[in-house]
């Protein structure tokens, strides 16, 4: 692989995100103070900004309309490590849009994503001939692209590593038909229960289940309390591990489970274990807690290594 190309693709949404603040509780029928902000944001946007923040070169592959949003995310986007030549203008339906509402704790009150454009995606769409796509040997998967082309993407992988996020309750079923092609998943409890259509008490038997569905690894977060790793053995029962998150001062819970997921992948990438490597992404996602948006600006990985310092096992 020339050491220019892209090391991870990133398939998946690209949204604006407009989030608000209050400075009091949110309260129905009625208007709230408080702040909003404009910025990019999707999860698949979130998880190259945070491989990139980090060193790991990653194209973005998706749409943006051709609107002032999509405008504004083309000239807020470009970075270092990143490659925004899979993004391409699409006037059919407006720029994906995510509204965020956030309590004065940082915790979100509730939320709407207009996802058309995104959902309206089909594997045609990809130039998968092209060295940005083909040079990768991961290709990143979120449940924002409809069902259908998950699994043609899916199926056209050969031999590169596929990881994917479940995205959220309504769509975690959409990786349904992915489960033995996927090397890695991350996904919450409730999403998890969503995509195995079964109840889970807690992270660890949750990811066991999805090992024994077919895929290879499975991180499996529960809000505050401790996420699971699990691994599929040549024999015997799915290894699990489990770490606690770590302690931060909570101001915007956005993008909190994508800097997890791209820091996990960087470090895999880099060649740790799993456990090692979700250390990176509990870092990232705790760093990312302190920070309102979705991808703190100043991510390295000095960064994280200094906070794994300060918060000890």
Known sequence: MPDTGPVVAAFG????????????????????????AAQPGGVAVNVARVLASLGTRTALCGSIGEDSDGAFLMSA??????NLSMVRRDGTYPTATYLALHNPDGNLAAALVDTRLTEALTFAHFDFSSPEIASANLWFLDANLNR???????????????AADTVSIAKAGRLAP???????????????????ETTFENAAEAARALVEAGVR??????????????QSEVAGSPSVHHLQPLSANVVDVTGVGDALIGATLHGLLDGLIIQDALSLGAAAAA??????GATPLDLSPEHLHMRLKECPK
């Open 13 to 36: 949404g690209i949204h604006l995100d407009r989030i608000g603040h209050a400075t009091h509780a949110i309260r129905a029928d009625t208007s709230t103070p408080g702040k909003i």
């Open 77 to 82: 986007l470009p970075s270092r490590n990143l």
């Open 148 to 162: 259908n082309v998950l699994d043609d993407i899916s199926q056209g992988a050969e031999h590169r590593l596929i």
């Open 178 to 196: 992915l489960l033995k092609r996927l090397n890695i998943v991350f996904t919450n409890r409730s999403e998890a229960s969503a995509l195995l």
């Open 217 to 230: 690894t499975a991180v499996v977060s529960d809000g505050a309390a401790p996420l699971a790793a699990a």
């Open 287 to 292: 760093i990312t807690l302190e920070t309102e």
